[in-house]
């Protein structure tokens, strides 16, 4: 069983910049793949980004290409978020998740992940 837990979430004026961290514990992390997933009050879980473990292949939603980067720490077992450029509208609580790599399609799905951290919020004023 993979413990995950999110950090570095805050209180950000829309534009500016917020990295979380996702610290891995428990097991180790081959064929896996590391998801960002969000949150808002009232609406679904939804996909943010994910790489996979063993070599860094990357994936986006289209509401944050460009702005958003996912990256990992294989030796410290960490998986980041970099956001940038933030908007109201990305406000949310975020989600660390760890998952079997199998392909891009169901690793986009929230279903497909077995662990889950805690959440850290990410607020972002106008």
């Known amino acids: 069983q993979v413990q995950l837990v999110e950090s570095g979430g805050g209180l950000v004026q829309a534009g500016g910049s917020l990295r979380l961290s996702c610290a891995a514990s428990?097991?180790?992390?081959?064929?896996?793949?590391m998801g960002w997933f969000r949150q808002a009050p009232g609406k679904e879980r939804e996909f943010v980004a994910a790489i996979t473990w063993n070599d860094g292949r990357t994936n986006y939603a289209d509401s944050v290409k460009g702005r958003f980067s996912i990256s990992r720490d294989n030796a410290k077992s960490m998986a980041y978020l970099q956001m940038n450029s933030l908007k109201p509208e990305d406000t949310a609580a975020y989600y660390c998740?760890?998952?079997?790599?199998?392909?891009?399609?169901?690793?986009?799905?929230?279903?497909?992940?077995?662990?889950w951290g805690q959440g850290t919020q990410v607020t972002v004023s106008s």
């Open positions: 428990g097991r180790t992390f081959s064929n896996r793949v």
């Open positions: 998740a760890g998952g079997p790599w199998r392909n891009a399609e169901v690793a986009v799905r929230l279903t497909h992940y077995d662990s």
